[in-house]
Nanobody
């Protein structure tokens, strides 16, 4: 079993920054893929960024490229999402997720159904 606990959300003005953390406990292997998703009120959950735990290869959706950075700390088994230049449209609940069989992560990282484990979510609100 893998447990994921997010933290770091909050209220920030447009243009500001936040860093989300996802503490990972339980079994993890280099084949795992870790993703950050978000869900705005009334909208579907969407992928934001992902990282392959072993290789460190990262993936981003176009809307956050150049503003968000995903990273992982192997020693602390924590995944981070550094969010800069935040916009009101970034407002959402952000979720951390783990894919235990990410062998084809390049093609699956944006799919909600590809992930086995989810955190409880953390609210990010960006005011204009």
């Amino acid at each position: 079993q893998v447990q994921l606990v997010e933290s770091g959300g909050g209220l920030v003005q447009a243009g500001g920054s936040l860093r989300l953390s996802c503490a990972v406990s339980g079994r993890t292997f280099s084949t795992y893929g870790m993703g950050w998703f978000r869900q705005a009120l009334g909208k579907e959950r969407e992928a934001v960024a992902a990282i392959k735990w072993g290789s460190g290869r990262t993936y981003y959706v176009d809307s956050v490229k150049g503003r968000f950075t995903i990273s992982r700390d192997n020693a602390k088994t924590t995944v981070y999402l550094q969010m800069n230049s935040l916009k009101p449209e970034d407002t959402a609940v952000y979720y951390c997720a783990a894919d235990s069989n990410a062998l084809n992560f390049l093609t699956t990282w944006q799919r909600v159904a590809a992930y086995d484990y989810w955190g409880q979510g953390t609210q990010v609100t960006v005011s204009s």
